[in-house]
């Protein structure tokens, strides 16, 4: 099956939408029994899909979990409240008192935090390592690594890891080592993670799963050895999602493959233009060459999307400024995935990053490209550039 088509059908099986084409929206905390074989029953397959208690998931959740299973082909799926939250269990899943982490150093801010803040204090050693490290990260593997961290690109930066090198040394280590992967950007779509030797994978489904602005919502997919551990430990955690969102994100689904195809095309036209203006130093887009990594991104990747970066040439702040605040199209905002164009600037990396040259000064400017036409979103830089040189 396509993945187009898997898009329309994933986890709409009978037993969740009972006769309609979407899946029901049940909301529960209490599932009532019959009687007290019916509560036994439920209690044996309370892991299983099965109504039980609405921490467990309701009919929502399961077809939710079904469909991306179906996606990203992974043995098992678990809902959170965000991606954050997604992230954060994943690790808890993974880690105790002593063992070491290593950890990407592009990886998404709130990430990091969560390991000097939380992870540090809890007595979890955290290595961060340089994106490019590919297969050297043999020499980092201590006998007490137990999760090596990876988000491909990496936000912000953009720089796309050798992800199956990863997962190859990881295997080949003597410690039983679980390679999570932060697959926003993929939105499960554009990589296949089980396929690369990926353990857990996780999104914000928050992003292009919901897909609309209007969800916060993350997911762990896993593999046969993985799962049962992630599964038992986020349910430890307290981690459920309420329906309504989820239903959400089942209606973002469906539309996923038209939306994605859409965002790439545009990204494409617009990264392309802003590579032939003098106020663009670097282009940090894996679909090009000036990209670190680019050559993982033509391997592992079957497509991009519309979230890019790029560096400015030349910047100064009231110049950063005027660019911002005059635009039309591109709104100011964190997250991205949405159907809307945001833009963001970046200009302390030179601080948040161990790796990558970053220099006091660099400006880089994150876009997103929402489903407007192309050329208005270019016409709005155009001024945007106009507005900056006139302050430099
Ligand atoms: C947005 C984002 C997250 C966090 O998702 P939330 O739903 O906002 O908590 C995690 N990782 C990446 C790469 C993101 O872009």
Redesign the pocket.
Same mark, same amino acid.
């Given at each position: 099956m396509t993945k187009d088509t898997k898009f329309v059908n994933a986890g709409r099986d009978k037993k969740f939408t009972q006769g309609t084409v979407n899946p029901v929206l049940q909301r529960a905390s209490t599932v009532l029994f019959d009687n007290v074989a019916e509560m036994k029953d439920a209690t044996r397959k309370r892991g299983e899909k099965h109504l039980f208690y609405g921490r467990r998931g309701t009919t929502t959740t399961f077809a939710f979990q079904q469909a991306m299973n179906e996606i990203e082909g992974g043995a098992g799926c678990y809902v959170y409240p965000?991606?954050?939250?997604a992230?954060t269990a994943s690790l808890l899943a993974f880690l105790k008192t002593g063992d070491h982490l290593l950890m990407v150093d592009s990886v998404?801010g709130?990430?990091r935090d969560f390991c000097d803040k939380v992870l540090a204090s809890f007595g979890v050693e955290v290595t961060y390592y340089d994106p490019m490290i590919g297969k050297g990260i043999a020499n980092l593997i201590q006998d007490n690594t137990k999760v090596i961290f990876t988000?491909s690109p990496g #936000?912000i930066t953009m720089e796309v890891q050798d992800i199956p090198g990863i997962c190859e040394v990881a295997k080949a280590s003597n410690s039983d080592i679980t390679v999570i992967l932060?697959n926003?950007?993929g939105a499960g779509v554009l990589l296949q993670p089980f396929e690369l030797g990926v353990d857990v994978s996780v999104q914000?489904a928050?992003?292009y799963i919901g897909g609309h602005s209007d969800v916060?919502?993350?997911t762990a997919t896993a593999n046969e050895k993985s799962w049962p551990i992630l599964r038992e430990k986020s349910y430890l955690l307290g981690q459920c999602a309420s329906a309504d969102d989820i239903s959400l994100a089942l209606r973002g689904i469906r539309t996923l493959g038209v939306r994605l195809k859409q965002h790439q095309e545009s990204a494409m036209t617009v990264a392309n233009w802003l590579s032939n203006r003098k106020e663009v130093k670097q282009i940090l887009h894996p679909a090009f060459e000036s990209c670190a990594g680019h050559e993982y991104f033509e391997r592992d990747f079957n497509g991009s999307n519309g979230l890019f970066s790029f560096v400015l040439n030349n910047s100064n702040p009231s110049a950063l400024t005027a660019f911002l605040d005059g635009m039309h199209h591109f709104k100011m905002g964190f #997250?991205?995935g949405g159907f809307e164009s945001l833009v963001l600037s970046y200009e302390n990396l030179h601080r948040e990053r161990n790796y990558g040259n970053w220099q006091a000064g660099d400006v880089v400017i994150r876009l997103h490209i929402g489903l407007e036409d192309v050329n208005d979103l270019i016409e709005d830089l155009e001024q945007g550039f106009e507005r900056l040189n006139s302050k430099l």
């Open positions: 965000c991606g954050t939250a992230i998404y709130p990430t988000e #936000s932060d926003t950007w914000a928050t992003k916060m919502l993350g #997250s991205w």
